[in-house]
């Protein structure tokens, strides 16, 4: 069974930064590709970012380009989000999810076998 434990979110006021952990149980970690959600109230899940299996090759959503980072560390079984210049429209849970498959889709929530619960982060103006 594969768990996931996000961490690191919380409240911050806009331009300031946060780094999001998301520590991953199991051996088989470098097996997944990794990628962050997000989701506001009232609002569909959304694509933030995603990184390969190497951390060689990363995506990200056109919102958050420049601003996100996302890596991975599989010596510790963990996946990174570093935000920077944080907005008020960045506010939501926070998901990191894995994927086994080996399709080139890496926006779809669908694609994702696993997920973590979730951690919040607010950004005030």
């Known amino acids: 069974q594969v768990q996931l434990v996000e961490s690191g979110g919380g409240l911050v006021q806009a331009g300031g930064s946060l780094r999001l952990s998301c520590a991953v149980s199991?051996?088989?970690?470098?097996?997944?590709?990794m990628g962050w959600f997000r989701q506001a109230p009232g609002k569909e899940r959304e694509f933030v970012a995603a990184?390969?299996?190497?951390?060689?090759?990363?995506y990200n959503a056109r919102s958050v380009k420049g601003r996100f980072t996302i890596s991975r560390d599989n010596a510790k079984n963990t996946v990174y989000l570093q935000m920077n210049n944080l907005k008020p429209e960045d506010t939501a849970v926070y998901y990191c999810?894995?994927?086994?498959?080996?399709?080139?889709?890496?926006?779809?929530?669908?694609?994702?076998?696993?997920w973590g619960q979730g951690t919040q982060v607010t950004v005030s103006s």
């Open positions: 999810a894995g994927k086994s498959t080996y399709s080139s889709d890496y926006v779809t929530p669908n694609e994702y076998n696993y």
């Open positions: 199991g051996r088989t970690f470098i097996s997944y590709a």
């Open positions: 990184v390969s299996r190497s951390g060689s090759v990363t």
